[in-house]
């Protein structure tokens, strides 16, 4: 019997990493799970190393795309009947620079990556959600939510505003059985930091991929970069039944980083 | 069975949060010790959670270091270790404005909520760090974060358990051991509605009011749950707590403004 017996989950930026393994979790709970990605391929490669059977569904789907970010939701719906769980995970920066240098490209790729495609695929699971009475919306922030380094000023803002959406989304459906929570990982070595890293390494003025990892692991009580599977658990956790009182809340999962 | 094989304490564990957390902890396959200072309660506590041998209760009270030993001892002798602590007792009585406070009503709160977290955090670490495995749970409070009138003595104590748990988690963070607080919104346990209606007086409101209160300050306007609280603790007890050290985690249906 699992913790989240019957209930369908969809779940942006998950063929690999966290979005991945919230996506195991969930299945392994005895969850339906819509997965999503832009390339089809890693979508297949994901869908066969899940081993989901019917279970599982693959949506291709560019979460800085609107269309794609509330068709997640539709076709959740379409193939499983409904949406009780929609997490919010796709974001990311491709080519971060400190403010002096930050382009208005760069700059608005992250906005729509980090915050419209949470509030595109929020908005549209909600109008779902709210005639059901029934809901939980979980949106992967980061220890940047709270913080701020150096050379990541887009990734950091639309860290935090997620969060100030999230909590007001949190008071507007808070008596509807709907809850809005966000999770606050800590540097974790995903694909996509190991893709990007290096270049935001450079803007952040640490030269290496490693320093920056480094970095992060210092500035924790515990000293190493955090696990995938350790954000699974609390997006397990915060997805079910029992978890209807937690709501509008900013989960770490940083290995004591975030000071408050 | 995630928390097979694992020795957990829990004070004040007859009743209310604790009790939860403990059957929580006993459905995950642990070993529980709970604690309380009614022999009676201990008593119906046991026969209620129906977890044979591997539930133990341990009368006592946790104002005092001795109090606090003693139940840390009947632990290791019943189980032969400590792998998950839970600092749940607490509470305040003779709550008042600050004005009018007096100095025996903060020492009572600070006994009770803060230095019985200390003690047995303390005296769990020095099992738990030689064995390179822990989790360390301190019950807070949304009063760990906010401050309501008329319960100083209560948030102050609160107030300081997240400061000793963010310093502890920095001193054992590369060991094995993490410590986290929950911080739960107004629940109506036994003890709330034994201390509430004083604490309400002291408010300048009549209980009713302090609840309802607490529910229109929340997104989901009612009260929280034990439950509610249990999951959380579970997940921290839990292998993929790991990563989870000196955090607040609130349990308040988005009450706190943090």
């Not at chain 1, 990493?17 to 339906?32: D, H, P």
């Not at chain 1, 949406?83 to 919010?88: A, F, H, R, S, T």
């Not at chain 1, 966000?182 to 974790?188: E, N, S, T, V």
């Not at chain 1, 970069?225 to 915060?238: H, I």
Request: glycine residues 12%; contains cysteine.
């Amino acid at each position: 019997m699992g913790k989240l017996d019957g209930k369908v989950a969809a779940i942006t930026g998950s063929t690999r990493s966290i979005g991945r393994a919230i996506a195991e979790a969930y299945l392994r709970e005895g969850a339906q799970v819509v997965i999503n990605g832009r390339s089809a391929e890693k979508g297949a490669v994901a869908m066969k190393e899940m081993g989901g059977g019917a279970n599982v569904a693959f949506f291709a789907g560019d979460a800085r795309n609107q269309k794609d970010c509330e068709g997640i939701v539709d076709f959740a719906i379409e193939k499983f009947g409904k949406l009780d769980i929609m997490v919010l995970n796709s974001g990311g920066v491709e080519n971060t620079a400190p403010v002096a240098q930050m382009t208005d490209e760069e700059w608005m790729l992250e906005v729509t990556w980090n915050l419209h495609s949470v509030f595109w695929g929020m908005r549209k699971a909600l109008q779902h959600m709210i005639p059901r009475e029934a809901g939980r919306i979980i949106v992967t922030s980061s220890v940047e939510g709270k913080l701020g380094k150096p050379g990541i000023p887009g990734y950091a803002a639309t860290k935090h505003a997620v969060l100030g959406l999230m909590k007001s989304a949190a008071h507007e459906v808070g008596t509807l059985n709907i809850t809005v929570n966000a999770i606050l990982p800590g540097i974790i070595e995903t694909d996509i930091v190991r893709e990007t890293g290096p270049d935001s390494a450079i803007a952040m003025g640490l030269g290496t991929y490693e320093n920056m990892i480094a970095l992060f692991c210092k500035e924790s009580a515990i000293k190493r970069p955090n696990k995938v599977e350790e954000v699974a658990e609390v997006a397990v956790l915060l997805a079910r039944d029992v978890a209807a009182g937690i709501t509008g809340t900013s989960f770490p999962v940083d290995g004591g980083t975030m000071p408050y | 069975m995630e928390l097979q094989g694992r020795v957990a304490v829990i004070t004040g564990g007859t009743r209310g949060i604790g009790r939860a957390i403990a059957e929580a902890y006993l459905a995950d396959g642990a070993s529980v010790v709970i604690n309380g200072r009614s022999a009676d309660k201990g008593a119906e506590a046991i026969r209620e959670m129906n977890g044979g041998d591997r539930v133990f209760f341990v009368q006592g009270d946790v104002k005092s270091r001795e109090g606090c030993q003693a139940i840390i001892d009947a632990a290791i002798a019943k189980y032969g270790k400590i792998d998950i602590m839970v600092n749940n007792a607490g509470g305040s009585t003779d709550n008042a404005q600050v004005v009018d406070l007096t100095d025996e009503a903060l020492d009572n709160a600070l006994k009770w909520n803060l230095w019985s977290t200390f003690w047995c955090t303390q005296m769990a670490l020095r099992d738990m760090l030689p064995r390179g495995w822990g989790r360390i749970i301190n019950i807070s409070s949304l009063e760990g974060k906010h401050g309501k009138p008329g319960v100083s003595i209560y948030v102050t104590a609160k107030h300081a358990i997240n400061g000793l748990t963010k310093s502890c988690a920095q001193e054992i963070g590369t060991t094995g051991v993490t410590i986290n607080c929950i911080c739960p919104g107004a629940i109506e346990t036994d003890t709330m509605r034994d201390e509430g209606p004083g604490a309400a007086v002291a408010m300048g409101m009549t209980y009713q009011d302090l609840l309802d209160w607490f529910a229109s300050e929340a997104a989901i306007k009612r009260l929280n749950s034990c439950d509610e609280v249990a999951a959380v603790a579970s997940l921290l007890a839990s292998e993929a707590g790991a990563g989870i050290t000196g955090s607040m985690i609130s349990v308040d249906g988005g009450t706190a403004a943090y």
